[in-house]
C-alpha cells in the first residue's frame, strides 16, 4: 500500500513538471513600439524586434506575419533555446498615410499560453498638405454639359505654402488654382474643377501641383464621373 502511494507520488510530481515546462516567448521591451510625430518624407520607418525565450524549453517561431504596408526581414533565429534572443527588422511604408497609424506584426509560435503574440506599431503622419475628400467627384454629367467638382486642401504647417506649377490631364480641365497661388498656414483652400466630357461613359481626369515646400514637393488629385448623352442611359 506503501510503495503504490510513493510510485503515485513520484508520477504526480514528474507529471506536474513536464507540464510546467514550457516555451515562453517574450519581446524584449515591450509589446509596441511608437515613432511618435513622424513626416511622409521620412518614409520608410524601420525598427528591430527582439524576442527571447523565457521558457524552460525550445521555442519555435512558426511566423512572422506583417500587416498590409509593413514589412519584416526573415527573423534571423527561429528555434530559441531557453534564454536564447532573436531578432526580426521592421520597415513601414508612409504612402498615402495621414493621421494616426497602426500596424501589427504578429508571431506564432509553440508557446501554449501565448501562440500568437502582437506586437504593435504607432505613429502619427503629419501631411502638410491634405486633402478632402481623397478624389474630384464630378458624378454624373450630361455630355457637352460641363461638370464640377470640389475638394478642400489644408495646409496643416505654420507656414504658407506658394503654388509653383500645375498640370491638368486633360488640358479641357479647368481649375481655380495656378502659378503663384498662396495655400495660408493652417487654413483650408476650396479647390474648384469643372470640364465638359465629350463622349458617353467614364470619364477621368488628374491634377498634379507642384509647391516650394520641401515636405510636400506636390500635390497629386485624380477624380472621375460619368457622362450620359441627353436622353440616354449610358
Do not use: H
Not at 511618435?36 to 524601420?46: D, M, Q, Y
Not at 521592421?90 to 506586437?119: I, Q, W, Y
Request: aromatic share 6%; with cysteine.
Amino acid at each position: 500500500m506503501m510503495r503504490s502511494f510513493v510510485v503515485y507520488i513520484i508520477m504526480y510530481f514528474a507529471l506536474t513538471l513536464s507540464t510546467m515546462a514550457q516555451a515562453k516567448i517574450d519581446i524584449i521591451g515591450g509589446m509596441s513600439y511608437d515613432w511618435g510625430t513622424v513626416k511622409p518624407i521620412e518614409s520608410p520607418l524601420k525598427t528591430r524586434i527582439m524576442i527571447t525565450n523565457k521558457g524552460d524549453e525550445p521555442l519555435r517561431i512558426y511566423e512572422v506575419k506583417p500587416a498590409c504596408g509593413c514589412t519584416t526581414a526573415p527573423i534571423d533565429k527561429d528555434v530559441l533555446l531557453p534564454g536564447d534572443t532573436a531578432t526580426v527588422d521592421v520597415t513601414l511604408d508612409l504612402k498615402n498615410t495621414d493621421g494616426k497609424l497602426e500596424k501589427m506584426v504578429s508571431f506564432m509560435s509553440n508557446d501554449p499560453v501565448t501562440p500568437t503574440a502582437r506586437f504593435k506599431l504607432n505613429a502619427n503622419v503629419i501631411v502638410p498638405l491634405s486633402k478632402s475628400p481623397n478624389y474630384l467627384p464630378f458624378g454624373i454629367a450630361d455630355v457637352g454639359s460641363e461638370a464640377e467638382a470640389r475638394m478642400i486642401i489644408t495646409n496643416n504647417t505654420e507656414k504658407d505654402i506658394t503654388v509653383m506649377r500645375v498640370v491638368t490631364t486633360p488640358l479641357n480641365l479647368n481649375i481655380n488654382i495656378d502659378k503663384g497661388t498662396v495655400l495660408k498656414a493652417g487654413e483650408k483652400f476650396e479647390v474648384i474643377s469643372k470640364m465638359k466630357p465629350s463622349k458617353g461613359g467614364k470619364f477621368e481626369c488628374a491634377v498634379t501641383i507642384t509647391t516650394d515646400n520641401i515636405d510636400a514637393p506636390r500635390l497629386q488629385m485624380s477624380g472621375w464621373g460619368k457622362a450620359k448623352v441627353a436622353n440616354n442611359n449610358e
